[in-house]
């Protein structure tokens, strides 16, 4: 069934907001001293410590978190921080640029847009400075730090005012050693997994979306023109999409590939209250079809196109440096679609570098899917003839895309980092997802393809058993149990699921369940 025939659009009335005034921001942390030898005196903080602890009482009982962050002035007062739209990787000498106040997803020549910081302002602090102020708001529910992606406000949206940002203190992952799969699978001793899919949503989509739906709350405040936001899915974007936007009030719009996602996906937006499209095509056709719809309508377009995403998704590549104690590892491997999120990490970690707080990037892997593979192709052409091509049905579904948006930002990613390109053919995402589960884990498909990346660089050489490696993973392996159902039934055409851990059916008496277990023991003890 169609989900459009599920519900109705909802009704809505939208109201003048009083625009806002000018941003104001300050931190509210423990005195830090800058590194730098001349930090900005209206920042400076005192280095002296107290003669005595200060006694931190629990705010007024009306008294909320966000009205706290406003009494203490956390979040509000300026500090010449700011940020603007840039075409991407353009010339040096252009002058083209945008306020992130205006509604713009291209450059006048029809390419992509970055967001550019202003690095001489955040230099004006070293690298000690910035990792000591990071490390101070983890864990901590001070709003909005208590966020993985709001603790590192200045390098995402330094100017948004704390009142107008949407967050479900999203981020601040797991990053877990992966030692019984790096040691049986791989005879690597330093593999760890970052678990982005453990967030609100389930997905990595959660750090970008509380970054794009937050700017839309400042611009619907400001009464710009903007009565929804509206998104082209696979799945997990719709999901944080209408989460993020039901959180705020704001209306949301999702076209969806009709009977290309998985239930539990489809069932997000639906109970968020989005208005769900689905439409009889796959991801590319939906993702032309909204671009064309908010080039007329006032519905702000959420994909990856927008730059804006990749500002909270490179806070999962600082949290890995940061849970590391600021050690970098040697690799990173990111499964790849649309391919916004393998430029996002490269993006963190280069800010990272640049500011000081490393001396080096990771190298980059990116991880397709063999049934949609544009980027693995073009990368090994030489990086001579990119063609987009027709996305095959692939058990990673989010990343079923032919015609990449952020091609060319993930090019220079890769470029700059050394990186490599690798893809996984059904059968391997599956049979590494199998036995990634089958040591603890519970993993989504996507993260099947990037751990077949790996499995592919170790057994070449290239990655070393010694080599401190990070396999991201994007999504909650919940979002797609029928695929794992499926393959332990081995009901899977042409694929032997080697690893099926299939159901055994036994009588209900004492004798066939003494024999069955006493057989199961049996072949358990002899491989000890």
């Known amino acids: 069934m169609a989900a459009s025939s599920l519900f109705q659009s909802p009704s809505f009335r939208l109201r003048s907001q009083p625009t806002n005034q000018t941003p104001r921001?300050?931190?509210?942390?423990?005195?830090?001293?800058?590194?730098?030898?001349?930090?900005?005196?209206?920042?400076?903080?005192?280095?002296?410590?107290?003669?005595?602890?200060?006694?931190?009482?629990?705010?007024?009982?009306?008294?909320?978190?966000?009205?706290?962050?406003?009494?203490?002035?956390?979040?509000?007062?300026?500090?010449?921080?700011?940020?603007?739209?840039?075409?991407?990787?353009?010339?040096?000498?252009?002058?083209?640029?945008?306020?992130?106040?205006?509604?713009?997803?291209?450059?006048?020549?029809?390419?992509?847009?970055?967001?550019?910081?202003?690095?001489?302002?955040?230099?004006?602090?070293?690298?000690?400075?910035?990792?000591?102020?990071f490390d101070s708001r983890v864990g901590k529910t001070t709003w909005p730090f208590g966020s993985g992606v709001w603790s590192k406000k200045e390098w995402v949206l330094p100017e948004i005012d704390g009142d107008d940002i949407v967050s479900a203190f999203?981020?601040?992952?797991?990053l877990?050693?992966?030692?019984?799969?790096?040691?049986?699978?791989?005879?690597?001793?330093?593999?760890?997994?970052?678990?982005?899919?453990?967030?609100?949503?389930?997905?990595?989509?959660?750090?970008?979306?509380?970054?794009?739906?937050?700017?839309?709350?400042?611009?619907?405040?400001?009464?710009?023109?903007?009565?929804?936001?509206?998104?082209?899915?696979?799945?997990?974007?719709?999901?944080?999409?209408?989460?993020?936007?039901?959180?705020?009030?704001?209306?949301?719009?999702?076209?969806?590939?009709?009977?290309?996602?998985?239930?539990?996906?489809?069932?997000?937006?639906?109970?968020?209250?989005?208005?769900?499209?689905?439409?009889?095509?796959?991801?590319?056709?939906?993702?032309?079809?909204?671009?064309?719809?908010?080039?007329?309508?006032?519905?702000?377009?959420?994909?990856?196109?927008?730059?804006?995403?990749?500002?909270?998704?490179?806070?999962?590549?600082?949290?890995?440096?940061?849970?590391?104690?600021?050690?970098v590892p040697d690799?990173?491997?990111v499964p790849g679609g649309n391919l916004g999120n393998i430029y996002a990490f490269y993006k963190g970690f280069h800010m990272c570098k640049e500011l000081g707080l490393v001396d080096r990037i990771p190298r980059l892997v990116c991880a397709q899917a063999a049934n949609a593979n544009p980027l693995y192709l073009y990368y090994k052409s030489g990086w001579k003839d990119f063609k987009s091509v027709k996305a095959n049905t692939?058990?990673?579904?989010?990343?079923?895309?032919?015609?990449?948006?952020?091609?060319?930002?993930?090019?220079?990613?890769l470029k700059n980092s050394n990186g490599i390109v690798e893809e996984a053919t059904e059968e391997e995402l599956m049979d590494a997802m199998a036995q990634a589960d089958s040591t603890g884990m519970f993993i989504c498909p996507h993260t099947g393809v990037a751990l077949t990346a790996l499995i592919k660089l170790r057994n070449r050489g290239i990655i070393r058993p010694t080599d401190r490696t990070v396999v991201v993973s994007t999504a909650h392996g919940l979002k797609f149990t029928q695929s794992k159902i499926e393959y332990h039934s081995k009901e899977i055409k042409d694929m032997a699921c080697r690893y099926a851990n299939p159901l055994v059916q036994v009588k209900a008496d004492f004798g066939s369940v003494m024999d069955v277990l006493k057989k199961y023991l049996l072949s358990k003890d002899s491989k000890h």
């Open 25 to 133: 921001f300050i931190t509210q942390c423990s005195p830090i001293k800058a590194s730098s030898a001349s930090p900005d005196p209206s920042i400076a903080t005192n280095a002296s410590p107290p003669q005595q602890p200060a006694i931190k009482h629990r705010r007024p009982a009306d008294e909320n978190i966000r009205d706290e962050a406003r009494r203490h002035g956390s979040a509000h007062k300026g500090q010449g921080f700011s940020a603007k739209y840039v075409p991407f990787n353009a010339d040096p000498g252009s002058t083209e640029s945008y306020s992130l106040d205006e509604i713009v997803y291209r450059s006048r020549s029809g390419g992509l847009l970055d967001v550019q910081h202003d690095m001489d302002a955040l230099k004006r602090f070293g690298g000690e400075y910035w990792r000591s102020l």
């Open 170 to 174: 999203e981020g601040n992952s797991n």
């Open 394 to 413: 692939t058990f990673a579904s989010a990343i079923q895309i032919g015609d990449p948006v952020s091609i060319d930002r993930a090019v220079l990613a």
């Open 176 to 327: 877990f050693w992966a030692e019984r799969f790096g040691k049986q699978f791989l005879g690597m001793n330093d593999l760890w997994v970052k678990h982005c899919g453990i967030s609100h949503t389930g997905s990595f989509k959660d750090l970008g979306m509380t970054v794009l739906v937050s700017q839309v709350n400042r611009l619907r405040k400001m009464n710009r023109p903007v009565v929804g936001v509206g998104c082209a899915s696979t799945g997990d974007t719709s999901a944080a999409l209408s989460a993020y936007c039901a959180a705020a009030g704001i209306p949301s719009i999702v076209f969806l590939p009709a009977n290309r996602i998985s239930i539990a996906q489809l069932v997000q937006p639906i109970a968020n209250g989005a208005f769900v499209l689905s439409i009889d095509t796959d991801f590319d056709g939906c993702m032309q079809l909204i671009r064309e719809v908010t080039a007329e309508l006032p519905i702000y377009l959420a994909n990856s196109l927008n730059s804006l995403r990749l500002e909270g998704q490179k806070t999962a590549a600082i949290e890995i440096l940061q849970q590391f104690d600021w050690e």
């Open 331 to 333: 690799w990173v491997i």
